[in-house]
Each structure stands twice: as structure tokens, then as C-alpha cells.
């Protein structure tokens, strides 16, 4: 029985987070009852997943599970939902970097109420996304996605925040209507309603094929940290110590990377795909101007956002490969990258919290053993530490880059290599004794409950580097 499993996937953290926003506003137990609850949200959903994953057959590429439901009658329009494998990967690292965030984020945030049924709905949305398998509900999913991270930007950040609020809501406002304007022309030439992997069967002539791609890809280019758009991308990222935040407004480059995945470039037409290389240059020097940045600046949130800045880049270039192969690749090393700056992300908060209150400057990591282990093993696995999948499956996108170009394979390693220099200089700052200042630094390190959760994090990684979705195992 395969009927509404997608479908209760995303109803699940939908749920959740009514239950959330209708809990009681009682002064002792208001807080942990949000928090229980959305632990208990992301768990079942996590549960319900692998037994999902049952159904798939591991070794096949494409679709394997669709739904289809009625819409409207008049006109008739369905709505329908599927999944690959690439998808469900996407699904499940979420979920994963959730759990793991909710569990180990401070509890006396503000606002938990708010901030926590806004991340649910932006769960259950982002589920909506990746199993959108038609253009309506590709669409709603897409434009609805921006509402709960709204919420989110206007409620955290700096100083600031109202420019990068307005700057925000601007672009997504744009990409959401030019992206309704395209599918409207497609839907009119089309006749109705079409399943997202038969664009390329539609027939587009003159310079309506250079308007309806064109929109397509500034809508998505719009929520990708590409020059210009990643100007309000580095004002939020570089500020924002929520670590839930800060996770739910770096997946929103992956909701763009998501869309030119469905969309591009097998798709188009080759009058359109002959500007790719434009795009590719203009993700190059973005690459390489905002790594550059990374080394100068110190401000260690900014380093992280440079990082998934070119990671995310990488993965991008890759989508534009003339070749649909490193797909499963992008996945798993995606899988990977999730998490790791979750659990970085996370690190740096606590140790950004024991610095303001203890007054403690450079070489913090000399009294916290168990963070300084954690946040050591951490970044070494994001630069490439070759027991996680993040480097196998990066080793495979850029050997391809490389086979591709020469040149753009080079300064895609330069870029890459500059944000690692850029991540470890700061975890040397960390840890340098010179810069420990004498104070009282007890119960500072992690406690045992976070560090455990760090470690099983990379056993995690760990496993998924020995053998990709190890947990499935009555694929097909």
C-alpha cells in the first residue's frame, strides 16, 4: 500500500506545528511543551521516512513513488506528488539536521512558540517541494516556501534586520512572480496542467522560449548565493546565532539548486542552454570573491556562510554538467553538508554564548575539551575529511568539472581551498593558548548530551561513507 505516504510526509510536520502554535501559554511548562512536541514531530516523521524508504528500490534512478490528487474540477486541474531517491535523500537530511538542532539549541530562546512552528511549517513546505511532481504544486510549494522563513528573518538578525527583511521579501517576491508568469504561458500553450518531467516535450517558439526559460531561471537564481542576490544571503547568515535559523535560511540556496535540478538543463532548448557558460563564469567569480572575503573577515559566522556559499556553488556548476550522472552524488554529499553545518552552526552558538558571558576572547577551545573535539572533527569534515560521504561524492563533482573544463576546475579547487584555509585559521584562534584569557571557566565545555549527540552525528557521516542509505534495507 503506497497511497498518501508522500502526502502524510509533509502533513506530518504541518501537524506538528499546530500543535505548536495552539499549545498552552502556561508560565513554567509553555517552553518545554513546544519543544517536546516538535521533537516528537521530527521523530515520527523521521520513523515514517524509513519506512518510506522500504518501497524504494536504491539501485534505480527516476521516479519511483507517485500520488496523484484532485485539485479543482473546473478547470480540471491534478495535483501530483513523487519521489526519487535524490529527493528523499534531500527529505531525510533535513529532518536529521532538525532533530539534531532542536535536541541541542538553548531553551530559553525568545519567542520558542513562533520560532518553532515556523520551522515545522518550513519543514512540511520544503517536503512539499522536493515531492512536487507537477507544475501547480512545484509552484505553490516554491512561493509558500518564503512565508514561514519570513517569519523568521523578521523575528531574528541584527541591527539591520528591516533593510534585510525588505531586501528579502523583494527578491523572493520577484522570483515567485516571474515563475508564475512562466508556468502560466506554459500551462496556456500546453492546455493544462503538465507533470514537471515532460517540459521538455513542450514545443516553444520564437521568443516565448527565451521568456518562459528566462523567468524560470531568475526565479531560481534568485534564492542562490549568486552576485548579486547573495548580498542579503551574507547580511542575514553572518548575524543570525539561532542555529535554527540560521539552518532553515541556508536551505533556501538548496531550494534554488532543487528547482534548476528539476529544471535544468536537460530541459531547455539549446538556443537557451548556450548561456550556461555565462552563469557558470558568473558562480566562479562569485566563488571566488566571497571565499577571498572569508580570509580577511573575522567574524566566524561569515566564514561558515562563505563556506556553504561554495559548496552550494559546487553543487550548482554540477546541475549544469552536460551530463545527468552526479545527481545521486549531489544527493549524498548534500546529505552530508546538511548536517555538518548544522552541527557546526550549533558549536559555534555555544561557544559564541560562553564567550559573551564569561568575556573570554580567542582560545575559548583550551577549556571546553569536549566542544573543541567536536568542532575540530567538524570542520575537518567539511574541508574534506575522508570519512564521510561529503568527500567521496565531491571528489566525483569536481573530477567531472575537471573533465568538463580545466579552467573552471581549477579555480572551483582554488575557491574550495581558500574557504577551508579560511575555517581552519579560525578553529587555530579557537584553540590558541596565547589568546586564553585566565576566568572562571567551569561547566563551560558541552554537556554530555550534546557531545553524544555530535558523535553519533558523525557515526552517522561515517556509515553513509562506507555505504550510501545503509538503513535501507528492503529497497524495491
Avoid at 528579502?168 to 493544462?192: D, W
Avoid at 554538467?321 to 544527493?331: D, E, F, R, Y
Avoid at 569534515?381 to 573530477?399: K, M, Q, R, Y
Amino acid at each position: 500500500m503506497t497511497d498518501y505516504l508522500l502526502l502524510l510526509l509533509i502533513l506530518i510536520p504541518f501537524i506538528g506545528a499546530l500543535f505548536v502554535i495552539t499549545a498552552k501559554n502556561d508560565r513554567y511548562y509553555a517552553v518545554d511543551n513546544v519543544y517536546r512536541v516538535s521533537i516528537w514531530t521530527i521523530l515520527a516523521e523521521l520513523a515514517f521516512q524509513l519506512y518510506v524508504f522500504s518501497f524504494f528500490d536504491i539501485e534505480k534512478n527516476g521516479i519511483q513513488l507517485i500520488e496523484k490528487y484532485r485539485w479543482l474540477n473546473a478547470p480540471e486541474i491534478d495535483i501530483l506528488l513523487g519521489a526519487d531517491i535524490f529527493s528523499m535523500i534531500l527529505a531525510l537530511s533535513i529532518n536529521l539536521s532538525f532533530l539534531i538542532a532542536v535536541i541541542c539549541i538553548s531553551r530559553t530562546a525568545a519567542r520558542a512558540k513562533t520560532l518553532l512552528a515556523s520551522e515545522l511549517m518550513f519543514i512540511s513546505l520544503l517536503h512539499g517541494y522536493f515531492f512536487a511532481a507537477d507544475l501547480f504544486s512545484f509552484y505553490i510549494f516554491f512561493a509558500a516556501l518564503s512565508m514561514p522563513l519570513i517569519i523568521l528573518v523578521s523575528t531574528s538578525g541584527n541591527q539591520n534586520k528591516k533593510n534585510i527583511f525588505k531586501r528579502f521579501s523583494i527578491y523572493n517576491l520577484i522570483g515567485a512572480t516571474v515563475l508564475f508568469l512562466a508556468l502560466m504561458m506554459i500551462y496556456g500553450i500546453k492546455g493544462g496542467n503538465i507533470p514537471l518531467n515532460t517540459i521538455s516535450h513542450i514545443n516553444l517558439q520564437g521568443n516565448i522560449q527565451y521568456i518562459v526559460w528566462l523567468s524560470i531561471f531568475f526565479a531560481f537564481i534568485s534564492r542562490l548565493p549568486v552576485w548579486p542576490f547573495h548580498y542579503w544571503m551574507a547580511s542575514i547568515n553572518a548575524t543570525l546565532k539561532n542555529p535554527l535559523v540560521f539552518l532553515a535560511s541556508n536551505l533556501v540556496p538548496l531550494s534554488g539548486l532543487y528547482g534548476f535540478m528539476r529544471f535544468w538543463p536537460n530541459t531547455v532548448p539549446a538556443t537557451i542552454g548556450r548561456y550556461a557558460p555565462l552563469f557558470e563564469a558568473a558562480c566562479i567569480i562569485t566563488m571566488l570573491f566571497i571565499s577571498l572575503i572569508s580570509l580577511s573577515h573575522k567574524e566566524i559566522r561569515y566564514k561558515l556562510f562563505a563556506y556553504t556559499t561554495v559548496y552550494c556553488l559546487l553543487y550548482l556548476i554540477g546541475v549544469f554538467l552536460p551530463t545527468s550522472a552526479l545527481k545521486q552524488n549531489i544527493g549524498y554529499s548534500l546529505f552530508a553538508y546538511t548536517i555538518i553545518i548544522t552541527v557546526i552552526s550549533l558549536l559555534l552558538s555555544h561557544i559564541e554564548e560562553m564567550k559573551k558571558q564569561l568575556n573570554l576572547g580567542q582560545g575559548i577551545l583550551c577549556y571546553m575539551p569536549k566542544a573543541s573535539k567536536c568542532l575540530s572533527l567538524f570542520v575537518l569534515a567539511a574541508i574534506g575529511l575522508p570519512v564521510t560521504p561529503l568527500f567521496w561524492n565531491n571528489f566525483i563533482i569536481v573530477s567531472e568539472i575537471f573533465n568538463y573544463s580545466l579552467l573552471v576546475g581549477i579555480l572551483v579547487m582554488l575557491s574550495m581551498f581558500i574557504v577551508a584555509l579560511a575555517l581552519l585559521e579560525e578553529l587555530y584562534r579557537l584553540k590558541d593558548k596565547n589568546y586564553a584569557a585566565c576566568a572562571n571557566t567551569k561547566n563551560i565545555d558541552l554537556s554530555e548530551t550534546h557531545f553524544m549527540i555530535c558523535m553519533i552525528s558523525l557515526a552517522v557521516l561515517f556509515f553513509s561513507f562506507i555505504k550510501p542509505l545503509w538503513f535501507v534495507f528492503n529497497g524495491g
